[in-house]
């Protein structure tokens, strides 16, 4: 398997006209590097995000009794707060200074996935700037996927929109998949022997997740400023799928519903 850093991808920031396709397709065009099958695209959410639109500056942003009540508790922002609660479908978990919290598009994580990092624009007010996650991940991957297909005459190729998110009992963020088109996002072992011919009865990997991962080894955390990375000969299924597949049903979540 191979991963393809794509560089030369400008700063772009809020209220741009540009389409996230046109950019994608420029930079690898620029790169010399033409989509082949069975390739899969990891992008940053980031840019997609800044891209639909998706940054707001807090000093815009009146916080309501909830957020102002939760800001007393936490020692956030209640600006920040009042944001958090506008993308959230749930607050999850509230720790100190922490939220959990489930966002609208499924993806649980802090802050519901509202994030200062990388906002811009760069100059006056920088730190008031923050980025939100894409309104459907799902369907920016799809339409993402259906540019690159017809723009490099490829039939089986995959998107993935990632973000870097922490994980329960374990230290450090890793790449998850928020949007995913064109593969198959879980890998089904279910039925599959093993080394000794034991059947797998409970074996799900998470390969759209994986994949995200491996590219923000090459995406990095600060200024690297690489939001695409390409995946070669990745094995993996192709076909219809969405990241909506990973999210588990909180019903059948043992820390979140507990057991039936």
Known sequence: MQLIPVKNIPIIDF??????????IKALRDQSLALKEKDVLVIAHTLVSKIEGRVLNLRDVTP???AEEIAKRTGKDPALVEVILRE???IVKEAGPVLIAESRCGSISANAGVDQSNAGPFGQDQERWVVLLPENPDQSAQDLLQAVRQEFSVQDAGVIISDTQGR??????VGVALGAAGIKPLADWRGHKDLYGRELLSSEEAVADELASAATILMGQ???GIPLVVVRNAPIEFGT???VELARPKEKDIFRAGPK
């Open 168 to 173: 329960p009992f374990r230290v450090g963020a």
């Open 241 to 243: 799928g969405s990241a």
């Open 15 to 24: 209220g741009t006209d540009l389409k996230l396709s046109t950019v994608v």
């Open 222 to 224: 600060s200024s690297e």
């Open 88 to 90: 959230s479908k749930e």
């Open 64 to 66: 309501g009794l909830k």
